[in-house]
């Protein structure tokens, strides 16, 4: 009995195939879905490091090792004000007219052999001058040939200027603190507190303190120093006017003292705890011994040059040897009246003359005070056993002399020099040998 329900050998055969490959092409399209679906995977991640990469305020490029542009990020559109659409395809050296700091050949040398490079590059763009911090990163293929560089730039304009300045003005202040050296003044900087902060080589050849020993120390202190006023009064002018000036006296580290005109100006708001003082000090110690012998000999000259005018004023002139003579010119004043007695009552004691002749006839006014002036020569004449004969006596002194009761009962009185001569040498033992 045939079966002819049952499949044939060879329609099984075919059939058995079919599945087979009805299998095989769905794991394929499986295969093909899992790659589909992995790519696309792997463009979102490129897209987000894509957006990653514009984000980023740094100007970053990818370039084939030729130079030529094949990505520009926004931070590179805002560094170098240059679309993206102009830049790729470029060679980067030409587009930003890149300046190196070594030789290109050298650089590139180093990148392929280290992988990487890193440096200071100078761009010129639409915008200016850009110096930039480089950093290069070389990628190479599976077979581990390069291929790309990756270049990330990092605008340091500002902080290259800011560099500079300072640089400039470290360069200043260092050529400034050398002429502060060479100048022949102590300078000192301190703090309001009196801490030293800087001390020239003036300060040295003045103090003897070298500027290792003297920074950090308080400057009143080392120097022992002697205010011509106190010291929080000096402050306080200080802080009012931002300066102050005076002589101040500071010891040395030899011990010697030494007289110094100070200079002190405030460097800053005195308010402000950070202000400093530069103190500028020139020994006058020379000056000041040279002003003080000066004056002394100034004083020596003016008490020489008095006593000559009172020798002149108030002359002795000798007669004989017991007779002298005294001539009285012009006002008499109670200290020229001093002068008078003090050169005739040495001139009488140094010549032993027994009679001194006292003319006033050149003395214009007689008061009070000049009838004084004589009674007490005359009394000091006494002393010294002398007399005195007061000559020259005119008819209005006289009445003068009357009118303030001058008492001149113990004085010869003559009307003229001639007449007190005749008077004197008639004396007993008054003619003697004539001068």
Do not use: C
Not at 64 to 76: E, P, S
Not at 376 to 382: D, E, K, L, P, Y
Request: proline share 3%; hydrophobic share 45%.
């Amino acid at each position: 009995m045939s079966n002819s329900s049952a499949p044939s050998g060879t329609a099984a055969a075919e059939l058995d195939v079919f599945q087979r490959r009805t299998v095989e092409l769905e794991r394929l399209l499986h295969a093909a879905s899992a790659r589909e679906i992995e790519r696309e995977r792997e463009i979102g991640a490129l897209r987000e490091q894509v957006e990653l990469l514009d984000i980023a305020h740094d100007a970053i490029l990818v370039r084939r090792l030729d130079g030529v542009i094949t990505y520009w990020n926004r931070g590179a559109e805002r560094m170098y004000d240059i679309r993206r659409e102009d830049a790729v395809g470029r060679a980067s050296h030409e587009l930003l007219r890149t300046a190196f700091p070594a030789p290109l050949p050298a650089i590139e040398r180093s990148l392929l052999e280290a992988g990487r490079w890193e440096g200071d590059l100078k761009h010129t763009t639409p915008r200016g001058v850009v110096i930039v911090a480089s950093r290069w990163v070389l990628r190479r293929g599976p077979s581990g040939a390069p291929e790309t560089v990756f270049e990330i730039n990092n605008d340091i304009t500002a902080r290259k200027a800011a560099e500079e300045e300072r640089d400039r003005q470290t360069a200043l202040l260092k050529r400034q603190a050398q002429l502060l050296d060479l100048a022949h003044d102590a300078i000192l900087l301190r703090a309001l507190d009196g801490t030293i902060a800087y001390w020239n080589q003036g300060a040295e050849r003045m103090y003897g303190y070298a500027a290792a020993e003297a920074i950090g120390a308080r400057s009143h202190e080392l120097l022992g120093t002697r205010f011509p006023a106190a010291l929080p009064a000096i402050e306080r002018a200080l802080r009012t006017e931002g300066h102050w000036q005076g002589e101040l006296e500071h010891t040395r580290r030899d011990g010697g003292t030494i007289t110094v005109e100070s200079r002190w100006v405030v460097q800053a708001d005195p308010g402000d705890a950070e202000a400093l003082i530069m103190e500028i000090n020139t020994d006058i110690t020379a000056r000041k011994e040279a002003e003080r012998m000066r004056s002394e000999q100034q004083q020596e000259l003016i008490r020489l040059q008095a006593t000559a005018i009172a020798e002149l004023s108030t002359p002795l002139i000798p007669i004989t040897d017991h007779v002298v003579v005294m001539p009285l010119i012009g006002v008499l004043d109670t200290l020229r009246a001093q002068q008078a007695m003090d050169t005739l009552l040495q001139g009488l004691s140094s010549s032993g003359a027994t009679v001194a002749i006292v003319d006033i006839t050149g003395v214009k006014v007689v008061d009070t005070k000049v009838a004084d002036a004589l009674i007490r020569v005359a009394q000091g004449a006494r002393l010294l056993g002398a007399e005195v004969v007061l000559t020259g006596i005119r008819a209005d002194v006289a009445q003068t002399m009357v009118g303030l009761g001058v008492d001149l009962r113990n004085i010869v009185t003559r009307g003229t020099l001639q007449g007190g001569i005749a008077y004197a040498l008639s004396r007993p033992g008054a003619r003697g040998r004539l001068a």
